[in-house]
């Protein structure tokens, strides 16, 4: 198996090949609507929101010291990752520079509905920052089994992925179903033999494409380059059902009572979004 990469796919096309039978994919040019595209740069953050603070394992970095952070990453010396920006709460100034979210192929999106705004169920808006070396701490399914939309608008990321058929491969962590034990980095096949027989699929996000990784399919990333992008999630009736299993066993984390409350407010969430395909 191979990963697609698509130019100008109708969204008919993209939903009967791609997003019903859950293959993940690259559109080539999806972002050409965002006014993002071909701006977001270290040196344009710098000059623009050097002053923006976020918060990495406890502690708080600039913008500014994030982008010096990132160019001056290697391989054998990453920096930290992901330095994660809010775009709704730290920088809502780029917000219309992402316009239309949904690139014209997320739709619908229940996330965007006044129901699914509240409740933090998984779903930010966020700039993700990486330098070369730095990969995801692990192999891992998203939270609500919501679909992800990655858009990388500066340098390039790999990323790898696996087929829905193989998560029994993968030794997801007892107690957190939505975590491999494996480092697919530096696998330990003493530890973990099956994984032997599992089959990553490796392939190369660059500057102005976006992945599409449907819900439920086991991924990773890492940055090959000074890494910017933009990543949401969706929501609809097609990754519904799962999700509410997700919200009951994820908030009953929090107690019987929060896991209730919260179920029960994203089933009238979804009850108020039925409408939408």
Known sequence: MEIQKVGDISYEDFMEQYYKPGIPVVFKDAAKVW?????????????????????????????????????????SKPAPYPFLFSIPDIIPEVWPMVQPLNLNYAKPNWLENKWFQRGYWGSATEIFVGGPGGRFPYLHLDFY???AWITQLYGEKQFTVFPKDQEHLL??????????????????????????????????????????????????AYSLTPTISVAFDQLNSRNYKDFMKDVWVLKKREGFAKAMGMYLYAKLGGQMCKGSR
């Open 145 to 147: 089994h919501l679909n």
């Open 171 to 220: 030794y997801p962590k007892p107690g957190d179903a939505w975590r491999s034990e494996v480092n697919i980095f530096e696998p330990d096949y003493e530890k973990h033999p099956l994984y032997r027989n599992a089959t990553p699929i490796q392939f190369t996000v660059k500057a102005g494409e976006t992945l599409f990784i449907p819900a439920g399919t086991w991924h990773s």
């Open 35 to 75: 006014k993002a595209k071909g701006l977001f740069s270290p040196a344009w953050f710098r000059a623009n929101y050097g002053d923006k603070v976020t918060e990495h394992d406890g502690k708080k970095y600039t913008m500014r010291q994030v982008m010096d952070l990132v160019e001056a990453s290697t391989e």
